[in-house]
């Protein structure tokens, strides 16, 4: 089959390459638009892009796709299926309408759990001990399509944002090969999804990277490598500046403080106080400065026993 392959970041990278090592007819890519990074705001490709130019496959970068912008490209690339991990916009009806044997999505979790935009970290905020990528057709509702397959993945405490990540887009590259195998076959599953047991991924914005030590344990430990290495769980330290904590551990401790409350800063961790236990924070990105291990910062004398780490307030 002639594949039109639309996706943008490093998880639809590793589907990209996959597919094209193995073998499928990959007519073109479509990914956003290189965008400025970083403090010098140099323009950069997509990591989807920098892997299609090298190998040799035709790239287009729309800046839209309403109203038929794209549908003379469409028509020329004339893919027989298109195949779409993470591209970031929502298709119109013309492109989802046109291939022979229809557009799939890899999707990153176990749907109907975690539609939208982040299901890898609500996965992690949320305590999920299991997901997946799910092969699915697509439809104009938010990833409501019917589902071909599934690819589980268990989360380990020892998994943070970026760990489950690269885990999923691997598991992405097995589910859209083994959906791709199966389509080409006539033998793929058409299964709708239960509604009911539908959950909301929503992007995570500000607000969702401020951390209240005032919570259980779990949930603060889960919080923070959810958000692990980015963008980063906050706290607001009592000089008034944000700390990024980036990597902790739960312990067996028990205490009376005050939630946020620094209990000791002794062997190379922050002790904090929860709502019901301890945390040790181990790694961190102070304002205006790179992560550091817990040492470092201690080192600096950037936070003293008995100082209270509280929540930011975002609006």
Do not use: W
């Not at 892997?51 to 800046?63: F, L």
């Not at 005050?258 to 709502?275: D, E, F, N, R, Y």
Request: glycine fraction near 8%; include cysteine; aromatic fraction near 6%.
């Amino acid at each position: 089959m002639k594949v039109l392959f639309m996706g943008t970041p490093d998880f639809a990278k590793t589907i990209l390459e996959a597919l094209h090592e193995n073998g499928h007819e990959i007519a073109a890519v479509v990914t956003q638009p290189d965008k400025p990074k970083g403090r010098k705001k140099i323009l950069t490709p997509p990591p989807v892009k920098e892997y299609a130019i090298e190998a040799g496959i035709p790239v287009y970068q729309p800046e839209t796709m309403k109203n038929g912008a794209f549908a003379d490209t469409l028509a020329a690339i004339d893919p027989e299926i298109i195949v779409v991990a993470a591209y970031g916009k929502i298709l119109p009806s013309y492109i989802l309408d046109y291939p022979k044997y229809g557009c799939i999505n890899a999707h990153g979790s176990l749907l109907p759990r975690h539609r939208g935009a982040a299901p890898i970290q609500r996965a992690i905020l949320m305590g999920d001990t299991l997901t997946g990528v799910t092969a699915m057709y697509m439809a104009e509702g938010l990833d409501t399509g019917d589902m071909i397959l599934k690819v589980e993945v268990p989360i380990t405490d020892d998994d943070n944002f970026e760990t489950l990540h690269d885990k999923m887009a691997e598991a992405g590259s097995r589910a859209m090969l083994d959906a791709l195998l199966a389509i080409e076959n006539g033998t793929a599953a058409r299964t709708p999804q239960d509604d009911s047991l539908s959950t909301y991924a929503a992007k995570i914005e500000n607000k969702d990277c401020a951390l209240s030590f005032d919570a259980p344990l779990r949930d603060v430990f889960n919080h923070i490598r959810g958000l692990s290495p980015i963008p980063g769980a906050v706290a607001l330290m009592p000089s008034g500046r944000t700390l990024k904590i980036l990597a902790a551990r739960m312990t067996n401790e028990k205490t009376d403080k005050t939630p946020g409350t620094v209990l000791s800063t002794t062997g190379g961790k922050i002790a904090v106080a929860t709502k019901d236990g301890v945390i040790a924070i181990t790694e961190v990105q102070p304002e205006g400065k790179g992560k550091m291990p817990a040492a470092a910062f201690l080192n600096g004398r950037g936070i003293a026993e008995g100082d209270v780490l509280t929540q930011p307030q975002y609006e």
